[in-house]
C-alpha cells in the first residue's frame, strides 16, 4: 500500500480534520488499513467507497464511537484521541447518521437542543425562548417557516426532518458535520433541495464530509473526493478533475460499465410478442390510498413502477400481495384468481415481495443467513411438523454459492452482512418460494456498486426463466435501465404508462427523453426541474 | 461487512485453546442456568437438611412443575414478542371451573377438559384485544388479570370449592412406576413444548415473528396465527397448572395462582427467554424454574425467613439478564461496518 499520499497537501492553517494511516482491526477483519483522509476548512469533501471499503469505520472514528489501533487523528493541527461522541461534538465535529436519531414525538425545538437544553440563569427551568429563537433563526436560513418548528418531528417529512438534524449539528456550533447518505430515503425532488441546503453550510464556513452512494450527486455540491478500497487510502481528486467513471473504476478497481447498462435487456433476448401474462391486476382500490389501478405483466416481462415518494408505488405492491386490505379490485396470476388475504397467501400461489427498507421490512435480524432464506417457505424443509435442518443448510448453501452471497457462513447473524449481501439473501428467500412473479420495491436501495450489478442480473435471470417482475424504483436510470414498460403513479393512481423500446439505454438523448416523460407524470406538470 | 482475506489478526495477545473451549461451552444453550442450578444443588446438599432425601428431592420437583408448566406457556408467549400477565389468574379460574364442574356430577377427565378450554379461551380473548383491536399485549393482559381474577372471586368467595374425588387427586397425589402424576404430566408437557420450539415450522415461525414481526409478515408467515397460537397455548397451560394445583390442593380458593405469572416470567428470564422477543428456550425456562424451586426448598430446609427468597430471586433476574447480554456480546462481538 502507499505510504503517503500523492496528493498535494494543503497549508496546515487550511486543514480542518487529518486522518493519518489509520488501522482500526476487528475480530478477523482488517477495517482500516493505513487509511488517509484530509478536510479542509469549509470544503464539501466526499468519501467513496464499495461496503466494506472502511467508509463507516472511519465515520466511527471521527465521530468517537471506536478508537483506533494505529497512525493519528488531527484535528485543527493538534493529535486528538477523540474518546466518545461527546467529545467529537467538543472537539467541533457531528454526525448525522444514515438512520434518523431525531425523536419522532418531540418538537423540532426540543429534537435540536436536546440533551443540552438551555437553562434560565440560576435556575433549573429551561429557558424555552432562547431555545426557540435561536432554532427559528437557524430554521430561516434554511429557508423553512416558522409553523413547522410547532409540530412534531414526525410529522414533518424526509426533507425537514434532515434539516433539522442539520440545524440541531450547526446549533453544536460544528465546525465538521459529518453526513452518512443523507439523501438515502429522499424522494429526487427533495434531494436536489438538501443538496442546495449542504451547499449553503459550506458557504457559512463549515466544512462537510459526504458519505454517498450516489455518484450523480457529487458534481456541483462538492469540492473535492476520497476513494476508498478494501480499508485503504486510493485517491483523492478535486471534482473538477475526475468523472463518475472514474470514480467507480477506482472504487471497484477495474472497468465497469454504466449502472443503466448493465441493467438493460440484452439485444439478443428481447421480448417475445406472444408472450402469455403472469399477472392482471384489474382496478386495485384502496379508499384513500389507491384509487383504480390496472396493470399486467408478462412472462419475461419487467415493469416498472415510477412517481415521487408517498404516490402509492409501494402501496399498490402491498395491495397486490394482500398485505393491505382492498376496498375493490381483483389480482390474476396465470389465469387464476387470487385476491389475497395475507402475503403468506401470495407466495404460496407464486406471488412474492423484496420489500423497501431492507433493515425494517426485509431481513429479520437475529436470524442467521440461512434462517432468513427458509423463513418464508418453512414448509419445503419440514417432514411432519419436523424441520429438517440438513435440508436447510443444502438450500442456503446453494444459494449463496449461486448468489455469492459474501458470508462467514450460512449460520452468520443476517445483520453481519453487508447491505448488498443482505439483498441477495431476500432475493434467496423469495426464489426459494419458486415464485412466478417476484415484485422489488428500491432493489439497489444503500447498496454498492458491484451488489447493484448483481441484483439487476438476478433480476434479469429470473424473468429470462419465464418468470414476470414489477420494480419499483425512485431511481430512474435504473427503473428505466431494467423496465421493459413503466407504469406511473400519481397520488394513488396511475398517472400513464409507457414503454421503454429495447436498446434505449445506449442513447443519452433517448435516456433524457423517457426520464422527463417520467417525471412529468409523476408530477403531473409539463415544466420539469 | 466483506470478509477480509487477511491473516486473522488477533486482538487477544494470548487468545489459547482454552479461551476458544470456554467460547464454546458458552455457545450451549442454558450452559449458564445449568452450571447456576448444579452449585446451588451442592450447595444445599451439604448445607441444608434432609435436601438429599428421596421425599424432599419429589417434593421439589412436584413444587416445580407448576412454574415449569407456567414457564413453558410464558416462553411461548415471551419469544414471539408478547407477555402474558394473566396466567395466575386463568390458573385460578381453571381450577374454580374444573371443581365447579366435579361438584356437579360431571365426570372427572370432562371437567379437566372444561378446565382446560377455559384457559384456551383466555388466551383467545388475550389474542383477540392484541390482534383484532391492536392494543398492547402488556395492557390486555394486565386487564385479563384483573378481570379473571374478579370471576374467580365470585365463584369462590361464598362457598370454598372443595372436592373430596379421588381420581381428581390422583392428578397430583398419584404416581405411576413411583413417579408423581403431576411431575409425569410436566414431563409431557416440557418434551412437547421443547420440540415444538425448538424442532417445528411453527417453533421457527415464533422466533421469527418475534424477532421481526414486520418482515416475517410480508417474507409470508402467518403472524396473527402465531400470536393467536402462542397466548392460547400460554391460557391452556396456565390452566393444567391451575388444575394441578387445585387436585393438590383439593380446593379452590379466591387467590389460588396468584403471582404465578411473575414467578413464571422470572423462571423464564433466568432461563435467558429475552423480554424483547425472539430468544428463549424451553430447557432455559425449566432450569430456570428448577433453579426458583431448589433455592426455595433449600432455604426453607436452613428456616432463613421466606423474604430472603424474594431478594434472592430479585439479585438472581438481574444478574442472569446482565450475565447473559455480557455473554452474547463477547459471542458475537462483530465489525459493525
Same mark, same amino acid.
Given at each position: 500500500?502507499?505510504?503517503?499520499?500523492?496528493?498535494?497537501?494543503?497549508?496546515?492553517?487550511?486543514?480542518?480534520?487529518?486522518?493519518?494511516?489509520?488501522?482500526?482491526?476487528?475480530?478477523?477483519?482488517?477495517?482500516?488499513?493505513?487509511?488517509?483522509?484530509? #478536510?479542509?476548512?469549509?470544503?464539501?469533501?466526499?468519501?467513496?467507497?464499495?461496503?466494506?471499503?472502511?467508509?463507516?469505520?472511519?465515520?466511527?472514528?471521527?465521530?468517537?464511537?471506536?478508537?483506533?489501533?494505529?497512525?493519528?487523528?488531527?484535528?485543527?493541527?493538534?493529535?486528538?484521541? #477523540?474518546?466518545?461522541?461527546?467529545?467529537?461534538?467538543?472537539?467541533?465535529?457531528?454526525?448525522?447518521?444514515?438512520?434518523?436519531?431525531?425523536?419522532?414525538?418531540?418538537?423540532?425545538?426540543?429534537?435540536?437542543?436536546?440533551?443540552?437544553?438551555?437553562?434560565?440563569?440560576?435556575?433549573?427551568?429551561?429557558?424555552?425562548?432562547?431555545?426557540?429563537?435561536?432554532?427559528?433563526?437557524?430554521?430561516?436560513?434554511?429557508?423553512?417557516?416558522?409553523?413547522?418548528?410547532?409540530?412534531?418531528?414526525?410529522?414533518?417529512?424526509?426533507?425537514?426532518?434532515?434539516?433539522?438534524?442539520?440545524?440541531?449539528?450547526?446549533?453544536?456550533?460544528?465546525?465538521?458535520?459529518?453526513?452518512?447518505?443523507?439523501?438515502?430515503?429522499?424522494? @429526487?425532488?427533495?434531494?436536489?433541495?438538501?443538496?442546495?441546503?449542504?451547499?449553503?453550510?459550506?458557504?457559512?464556513?463549515?466544512?462537510?464530509?459526504?458519505?454517498?452512494?450516489?455518484?450523480?450527486?457529487?458534481? !456541483?455540491?462538492?469540492?473535492?473526493?476520497?476513494?476508498?478500497?478494501?480499508?485503504?487510502?486510493?485517491?483523492?481528486?478535486?471534482?473538477?478533475?475526475?468523472?463518475?467513471?472514474?470514480?467507480?473504476?477506482?472504487?471497484?478497481?477495474?472497468?465497469?460499465?454504466?449502472?443503466?447498462?448493465?441493467?438493460?435487456?440484452?439485444?439478443?433476448?428481447?421480448?417475445?410478442?406472444?408472450?402469455?401474462?403472469?399477472?392482471?391486476?384489474?382496478?386495485?382500490?384502496?379508499?384513500?390510498?389507491?384509487? @383504480?389501478?390496472?396493470?399486467?405483466?408478462?412472462?419475461?416481462?419487467?415493469?416498472?413502477?415510477?412517481?415521487?415518494?408517498?404516490?402509492?408505488?409501494?402501496?399498490?405492491?402491498?395491495?397486490?400481495?394482500?398485505?393491505?386490505?382492498?376496498?375493490? !379490485?381483483?389480482?390474476?396470476?396465470?389465469?387464476?384468481?387470487?385476491?389475497?388475504?395475507?402475503?403468506?397467501?401470495?407466495?404460496?400461489?407464486?406471488?412474492?415481495?423484496?420489500?423497501?427498507?431492507?433493515? #425494517?421490512?426485509?431481513?429479520?435480524?437475529?436470524?442467521?443467513?440461512?434462517?432468513?432464506?427458509?423463513?418464508?417457505?418453512?414448509?419445503?424443509?419440514?417432514?411432519?411438523?419436523?424441520?429438517?435442518?440438513?435440508?436447510?443448510?443444502?438450500?442456503?448453501?446453494?444459494?449463496?454459492?449461486?448468489?455469492?452471497?459474501?458470508?462467514?457462513?450460512? !449460520?452468520?447473524?443476517?445483520?453481519?452482512?453487508?447491505?448488498?449481501?443482505?439483498?441477495?439473501?431476500?432475493?434467496?428467500?423469495?426464489?426459494?418460494?419458486?415464485?412466478?412473479?417476484?415484485?422489488?420495491?428500491?432493489?439497489?436501495?444503500? #447498496?454498492?456498486?458491484?451488489?447493484?450489478?448483481?441484483?439487476?442480473?438476478?433480476?434479469?435471470?429470473?424473468?429470462?426463466?419465464? !418468470?414476470?417482475?414489477?420494480?419499483?424504483?425512485?431511481?430512474?436510470?435504473?427503473?428505466?435501465?431494467?423496465?421493459?414498460?413503466?407504469?406511473?403513479?400519481?397520488?394513488?393512481?396511475?398517472?400513464?404508462?409507457?414503454?421503454?423500446?429495447?436498446?434505449?439505454?445506449?442513447?443519452?438523448?433517448?435516456? @433524457?427523453?423517457?426520464?422527463?416523460?417520467?417525471?412529468?407524470?409523476?408530477?403531473?406538470?409539463?415544466?420539469?426541474? | 461487512?466483506?470478509?477480509?482475506?487477511? *491473516?486473522?489478526?488477533?486482538?487477544?495477545?494470548?487468545?489459547?485453546?482454552?479461551?476458544?473451549?470456554?467460547?464454546?461451552?458458552?455457545?450451549?444453550?442454558?450452559?449458564?442456568?445449568?452450571?447456576?442450578?448444579?452449585?446451588?444443588?451442592?450447595?444445599?446438599?451439604?448445607?441444608? *437438611?434432609?435436601?438429599?432425601? *428421596?421425599?424432599?428431592?419429589?417434593?421439589?420437583? =412436584?413444587?416445580?412443575?407448576?412454574?415449569?408448566?407456567?414457564?413453558?406457556?410464558?416462553?411461548?408467549?415471551?419469544?414471539?414478542?408478547?407477555?402474558?400477565?394473566?396466567?395466575?389468574?386463568?390458573?385460578?379460574?381453571?381450577?374454580?371451573?374444573?371443581?365447579?364442574?366435579?361438584?356437579?356430577?360431571?365426570?372427572?377427565?370432562?371437567?379437566?377438559?372444561?378446565?382446560?378450554?377455559?384457559?384456551?379461551?383466555?388466551?383467545? %380473548?388475550?389474542?383477540? %384485544?392484541?390482534?383484532?383491536?391492536?392494543?398492547?399485549?402488556?395492557?390486555?393482559?394486565?386487564?385479563?388479570?384483573?378481570?379473571?381474577?374478579?370471576?374467580?372471586?365470585?365463584?369462590?368467595?361464598?362457598?370454598?370449592?372443595?372436592?373430596?374425588?379421588?381420581?381428581?387427586? %390422583?392428578?397430583?397425589?398419584?404416581?405411576?412406576?413411583?413417579?408423581?402424576?403431576? =411431575?409425569?404430566?410436566?414431563?409431557?408437557?416440557?418434551?412437547?413444548?421443547?420440540?415444538?420450539?425448538?424442532?417445528?415450522?411453527?417453533?421457527?415461525?415464533?422466533?421469527?415473528?418475534?424477532?421481526?414481526?414486520?418482515?416475517?409478515?410480508?417474507?409470508?408467515?402467518?403472524?396473527?396465527?402465531?400470536?393467536?397460537?402462542?397466548?392460547?397455548?400460554?391460557?391452556?397451560?396456565?390452566?393444567?397448572?391451575?388444575?394441578?394445583?387445585?387436585?393438590?390442593?383439593?380446593?379452590?380458593?379466591?387467590?389460588?395462582?396468584?403471582?404465578?405469572?411473575?414467578?413464571?416470567?422470572?423462571?423464564?428470564?433466568?432461563?435467558?427467554?429475552?423480554?424483547?422477543?425472539?430468544?428463549?428456550?424451553?430447557?432455559?425456562?425449566?432450569?430456570?424454574?428448577?433453579?426458583?424451586?431448589?433455592?426455595?426448598?433449600?432455604?426453607?430446609?436452613?428456616? =432463613?425467613?421466606?423474604?430472603?427468597?424474594?431478594?434472592?430471586?430479585?439479585?438472581?433476574?438481574?444478574?442472569? =439478564?446482565?450475565?447473559?447480554?455480557?455473554?452474547?456480546?463477547?459471542?458475537?462481538?462483530?465489525?459493525?461496518?
Amino acid at each position: 500500500m502507499q505510504s503517503s499520499p500523492p496528493h498535494p497537501v494543503a497549508p496546515p492553517g487550511d486543514v480542518l480534520v487529518h486522518v493519518d494511516k489509520v488501522i482500526k482491526r476487528f475480530p478477523g477483519v482488517l477495517a482500516l488499513d493505513g487509511a488517509t483522509l484530509e #478536510i479542509r476548512r469549509g470544503e464539501v469533501h466526499a468519501l467513496l467507497g464499495e461496503n466494506g471499503a472502511g467508509k463507516s469505520t472511519l465515520i466511527k472514528l471521527l465521530s468517537g464511537v471506536y478508537q483506533p489501533d494505529g497512525g493519528s487523528i488531527q484535528v485543527r493541527g493538534e493529535n486528538v484521541r #477523540i474518546t466518545d461522541p461527546r467529545h467529537a461534538q467538543a472537539l467541533g465535529i457531528t454526525t448525522i447518521y444514515q438512520e434518523h436519531t431525531l425523536a419522532p414525538d418531540l418538537s423540532p425545538v426540543e429534537n435540536v437542543f436536546l440533551g443540552r437544553e438551555v437553562r434560565r440563569a440560576g435556575s433549573p427551568l429551561l429557558n424555552e425562548p432562547a431555545m426557540r429563537a435561536r432554532a427559528r433563526q437557524l430554521w430561516g436560513e434554511f429557508g423553512g417557516h416558522p409553523e413547522d418548528l410547532g409540530r412534531s418531528v414526525g410529522q414533518l417529512g424526509g426533507l425537514k426532518q434532515r434539516l433539522i438534524e442539520i440545524i440541531k449539528a450547526l446549533a453544536y456550533d460544528a465546525q465538521l458535520v459529518i453526513m452518512d447518505e443523507p439523501t438515502a430515503a429522499l424522494p @429526487d425532488g427533495e434531494r436536489a433541495n438538501l443538496l442546495d441546503h449542504i451547499r449553503k453550510m459550506r458557504a457559512g464556513g463549515v466544512s462537510v464530509l459526504l458519505v454517498t452512494h450516489r455518484l450523480e450527486e457529487l458534481f !456541483g455540491v462538492v469540492d473535492r473526493v476520497t476513494v476508498f478500497r478494501d480499508g485503504r487510502w486510493v485517491a483523492t481528486m478535486p471534482i473538477t478533475e475526475t468523472s463518475i467513471d472514474d470514480i467507480i473504476r477506482k472504487m471497484v478497481g477495474r472497468e465497469v460499465g454504466s449502472m443503466a447498462a448493465a441493467a438493460a435487456r440484452p439485444k439478443e433476448l428481447p421480448l417475445a410478442d406472444d408472450a402469455p401474462d403472469v399477472l392482471r391486476v384489474k382496478g386495485l382500490t384502496r379508499r384513500g390510498v389507491l384509487q @383504480d389501478v390496472s396493470l399486467t405483466v408478462r412472462s419475461g416481462e419487467i415493469v416498472g413502477i415510477g412517481g415521487l415518494a408517498g404516490s402509492g408505488r409501494t402501496e399498490v405492491a402491498r395491495a397486490i400481495i394482500g398485505a393491505d386490505p382492498l376496498d375493490a !379490485g381483483e389480482v390474476w396470476i396465470r389465469d387464476k384468481k387470487g385476491n389475497y388475504k395475507s402475503p403468506a397467501d401470495a407466495m404460496r400461489a407464486g406471488l412474492v415481495l423484496v420489500p423497501e427498507e431492507r433493515k #425494517i421490512l426485509g431481513i429479520v435480524g437475529g436470524f442467521s443467513v440461512a434462517r432468513n432464506i427458509t423463513v418464508g417457505a418453512l414448509q419445503k424443509i419440514t417432514a411432519g411438523p419436523f424441520l429438517q435442518v440438513q435440508r436447510e443448510e443444502a438450500v442456503a448453501r446453494n444459494y449463496v454459492k449461486e448468489l455469492r452471497i459474501k458470508t462467514r457462513s450460512t !449460520g452468520e447473524f443476517i445483520e453481519n452482512l453487508s447491505g448488498g449481501n443482505q439483498q441477495k439473501v431476500l432475493f434467496a428467500r423469495v426464489l426459494f418460494a419458486e415464485p412466478n412473479l417476484i415484485i422489488v420495491d428500491e432493489p439497489t436501495q444503500g #447498496i454498492d456498486v458491484g451488489a447493484k450489478v448483481e441484483v439487476y442480473r438476478m433480476i434479469r435471470e429470473f424473468v429470462a426463466k419465464g !418468470g414476470g417482475a414489477i420494480v419499483i424504483s425512485s431511481d430512474l436510470p435504473e427503473l428505466l435501465g431494467l423496465s421493459d414498460r413503466v407504469v406511473v403513479m400519481r397520488e394513488g393512481a396511475k398517472a400513464g404508462e409507457f414503454p421503454v423500446p429495447l436498446g434505449s439505454v445506449h442513447s443519452a438523448a433517448r435516456m @433524457d427523453q423517457l426520464q422527463n416523460q417520467v417525471m412529468q407524470l409523476a408530477t403531473g406538470s409539463s415544466r420539469v426541474n | 461487512m466483506s470478509i477480509s482475506s487477511q *491473516p486473522e489478526i488477533s486482538v487477544n495477545t494470548n487468545p489459547g485453546r482454552r479461551a476458544v473451549s470456554v467460547r464454546k461451552l458458552l455457545e450451549i444453550e442454558g450452559a449458564t442456568v445449568f452450571a447456576a442450578l448444579i452449585l446451588l444443588v451442592a450447595f444445599s446438599s451439604a448445607f441444608a *437438611p434432609g435436601f438429599l432425601s *428421596p421425599g424432599n428431592l419429589t417434593n421439589v420437583l =412436584v413444587q416445580s412443575v407448576f412454574v415449569v408448566i407456567l414457564g413453558i406457556g410464558m416462553t411461548f408467549v415471551l419469544v414471539a414478542g408478547g407477555i402474558d400477565l394473566s396466567v395466575g389468574s386463568t390458573m385460578g379460574l381453571a381450577a374454580a371451573l374444573t371443581i365447579y364442574s366435579i361438584n356437579h356430577a360431571i365426570p372427572v377427565p370432562l371437567a379437566i377438559l372444561i378446565g382446560l378450554a377455559s384457559g384456551a379461551a383466555v388466551g383467545l %380473548f388475550n389474542s383477540y %384485544f392484541i390482534m383484532v383491536l391492536k392494543m398492547a399485549d402488556f395492557i390486555v393482559t394486565l386487564g385479563t388479570l384483573s378481570l379473571v381474577r374478579g370471576i374467580v372471586e365470585l365463584m369462590t368467595a361464598n362457598s370454598r370449592l372443595t372436592t373430596q374425588s379421588e381420581a381428581f387427586g %390422583f392428578l397430583t397425589g398419584g404416581t405411576i412406576l413411583g413417579v408423581p402424576m403431576a =411431575v409425569l404430566l410436566a414431563a409431557a408437557v416440557v418434551v412437547g413444548g421443547g420440540l415444538t420450539l425448538a424442532k417445528t415450522a411453527m417453533g421457527r415461525r415464533t422466533y421469527a415473528v418475534g424477532l421481526n414481526a414486520a418482515s416475517s409478515y410480508l417474507a409470508g408467515v402467518r403472524v396473527r396465527r402465531v400470536r393467536v397460537g402462542v397466548y392460547v397455548a400460554s391460557g391452556t397451560l396456565a390452566a393444567l397448572a391451575g388444575i394441578l394445583l387445585g387436585s393438590r390442593l383439593s380446593s379452590a380458593h379466591p387467590a389460588l395462582g396468584t403471582g404465578y405469572e411473575l414467578t413464571a416470567i422470572a423462571a423464564a428470564a433466568i432461563g435467558g427467554t429475552s423480554l424483547a422477543g425472539g430468544r428463549g428456550s424451553v430447557l432455559g425456562t425449566i432450569l430456570g424454574a428448577l433453579l426458583l424451586g431448589v433455592l426455595q426448598n433449600s432455604l426453607s430446609l436452613l428456616q =432463613v425467613n421466606a423474604f430472603w427468597f424474594q431478594i434472592i430471586t430479585g439479585l438472581m433476574i438481574v444478574a442472569a =439478564v446482565l450475565l447473559d447480554g455480557a455473554i452474547r456480546r463477547m459471542l458475537r462481538a462483530r465489525p459493525s461496518q
